[in-house]
């Protein structure tokens, strides 16, 4: 009888542990996912664990995607936060010409005068594509002006159905010959 290597047999021992040792890892973590060590073969090497190819079933949360931003039908709001007279009507006239939608006439802000111009988005299910309509209106229009989340209670003066709502504040006027 001839010589077994022990170093041979070694490594096949270590191989098939680790694979075994893989397979009960990766079940006892895995949500849904399945992973089950290939059996040894002959020549007495194994060969590690392969992947089930069926999804978890329950996701974690969900990416989160930026809707691509939309003019058409958008409905504005323009409110003049600036001493300069009829600056809220040329604003709301450029972008209507563009595609918004005027939600009410162009007013006034409630407290004069704003430094600087803020576009505002409404909340609730549309939210994600609001943001999307207001981050784009503030850097076509009002040079990356700050964008934020209208508060209700904020505005007095904007009708339920704006989408979008632009105060427009010193620095615009400043910056247009106003």
Same mark, same amino acid.
């Given at each position: 009888m001839g010589r077994v290597n022990l170093g041979t047999a070694r490594i096949v021992i270590i191989v098939?542990?680790?694979a075994g040792g893989i397979a009960i890892l990766?079940?006892?973590f895995a949500s849904g996912t399945v992973v089950t060590p290939a059996g040894s073969g002959g020549g007495g090497t194994a060969s590690a664990g392969s992947?089930?190819?069926s999804p978890p079933s329950s996701p974690s949360?969900?990416?989160?995607?930026t809707p691509s931003p939309e003019v058409d039908g958008v409905q504005i709001?323009?409110?003049?936060?600036t001493n300069e007279v009829g600056l809220a009507g040329q604003v709301q006239q450029l972008m209507v010409n563009d $595609?918004? &939608?005027?939600?009410?006439?162009?007013s006034d802000a409630d407290a004069k005068p704003v430094p600087k111009t803020v576009v505002y988005f409404r909340g609730g299910s549309g939210a994600a594509q609001?943001?999307?309509?207001?981050?784009?209106?503030?850097?076509k229009y009002f040079n990356g002006a700050r964008v $934020?989340? &209208?508060?209700?209670?904020?505005i007095s003066n904007v009708t339920d159905s704006a989408q979008v709502v632009i105060i427009i504040g010193v620095d615009y006027a400043g910056a247009n010959g106003g």
């Open positions: 098939a542990l680790a990766a079940n006892g992947e089930s190819p949360t969900p990416p989160k995607e709001a323009v409110l003049n936060g $595609g918004y &939608l005027p939600a009410q006439d162009a609001n943001r999307s309509d207001a981050r784009y209106v503030a850097d $934020g989340l &209208l508060d209700p209670g904020q």
